[in-house]
């Protein structure tokens, strides 16, 4: 089935662990995004991908980084984790930045 | 600084109701507008996309307006159904990077 993919589902790290969060897509979108979503804050985009090569920061990129080696994946890395990193973590694709983005269905992450 | 508004939180009808969802947005000068679904615990779905240019799209019983001037959006649910539960979200984007800003959502209840 057509669709995003995350991993994992959902993970207790200890704080100052480094952690990624994988994402992959099989809809061969252009366009791939890192949301968090946090209660009484909404969902905020963390970092972004208009192509395979390119990314580029969002509303709350630090403590974050990203890369685009291909079309298809899109990994988001924590490099030494911090208790305000606890959150839902959302991947996006879209065919490009004026399309409807497509969901995955979240990465519940808890920093100890 | 761009920031969008959802009015009510909550909203609870019986179901049959015709009903009517806000979104605001303070910075006219928006790409396209979207509006997202979402379940509990679930990612997002996209239910309809509005470009700049458009004043509204239709999807089944969902219409969505855009009036760019004003900076407010409108989602009508007719003959809403128990099944259209769920957390409603707009988004804006000021440009064709997909960076969406996202309102915190009006969670839905439709009673049977």
């Known amino acids: 089935i057509a669709g995003i993919t995350q991993a994992p589902t959902s993970q207790i790290l200890a704080a100052g662990r480094r952690m990624t969060l994988r994402c992959t897509q099989d809809?061969?979108?252009?366009?791939m995004y890192w949301y968090r979503q946090d209660l009484g804050l909404g969902l905020r985009l963390i970092h972004y991908?208009?192509?395979?090569?390119?990314?580029g920061k969002g509303e709350v990129p630090d403590g974050y980084s990203v890369s685009r080696a291909n079309t298809d994946d899109f990994p988001l890395t924590l490099a030494s984790a911090v208790p305000s990193q606890t959150s839902v973590y959302f991947c996006?694709?879209?065919?490009?930045?004026?399309?409807?983005?497509?969901f995955g269905d979240g990465t519940r992450l808890s920093i100890l | 600084k761009q920031e969008v508004t959802q009015i009510p939180a909550a909203l609870s009808v019986p179901e049959g109701e015709n009903l009517v969802l806000n979104c605001s947005f303070t910075?006219?000068?928006?790409?396209?507008l979207q509006w997202f679904r979402q379940d509990p615990g679930k990612g997002l779905t996209s239910l309809l996309l509005?470009?700049?240019?458009?004043r509204e799209q239709t999807s089944g019983r969902l219409n969505a307006s855009l009036d760019k001037s004003s900076g407010r959006s409108t989602l009508y649910i007719a003959a809403s159904q128990p099944g259209d539960s769920a957390t409603y979200l707009c988004?804006?984007?000021?440009?064709?990077?997909?960076?969406?800003?996202f309102g915190q959502g009006t969670t839905l209840q439709v009673k049977p």
């Open positions: 910075d006219s000068a928006i790409y396209n």
């Open positions: 996006a694709s879209s065919l490009d930045g004026n399309q409807p983005q497509h």
């Open positions: 991908s208009n192509t395979a090569g390119t990314t």
């Open positions: 988004a804006v984007t000021a440009s064709n990077t997909g960076k969406l800003i």
């Open positions: 809809m061969r979108h252009n366009a």
């Open positions: 509005i470009q700049s240019s458009q």
